[in-house]
Nanobody, 124 residues
């Protein structure tokens, strides 16, 4: 069992930056691809970014390219999402997830473990 705990969310103003963290409970984190998803009020959860097991390959949805950066530190069993130039439309609950394999993926079905989610609210 892998437990994932997100941190770093909160209430910010448009244009601000945040860094979300996702701490994994076990060493097996290093063998798995990881991803970030988000769910805005009244909307379905959507893929945001993914990183493969080594950290060398990343993937983003178009709406966050250039503003979001996903990274991981295997020594700390932690994944990060740096969010710059926040917009009100970024307001959502952000979830981190660990895939069953090592390749990056945008598909929810490929993710085996999920965090509880953390709120990010961007005021205009």
């Amino acid at each position: 069992q892998v437990q994932l705990v997100e941190s770093g969310g909160g209430l910010v103003q448009a244009g601000d930056s945040l860094r979300l963290s996702c701490a994994a409970s076990r060493r097996t984190f290093s063998d798995r691809a990881m991803g970030w998803f988000r769910q805005a009020p009244g909307k379905e959860r959507e893929f945001v970014a993914a990183i493969n097991w080594s950290g060398r390959n990343t993937y983003y949805i178009d709406s966050v390219k250039g503003r979001f950066t996903i990274s991981r530190d295997s020594a700390k069993n932690t994944m990060y999402l740096q969010i710059n130039s926040l917009k009100p439309e970024d307001t959502a609950v952000y979830y981190c997830a660990a895939a069953s394999g090592g390749g990056r993926s945008a598909l929810e079905a490929t993710y085996e473990y999920w965090g509880q989610g953390i709120q990010v609210t961007v005021s205009s």
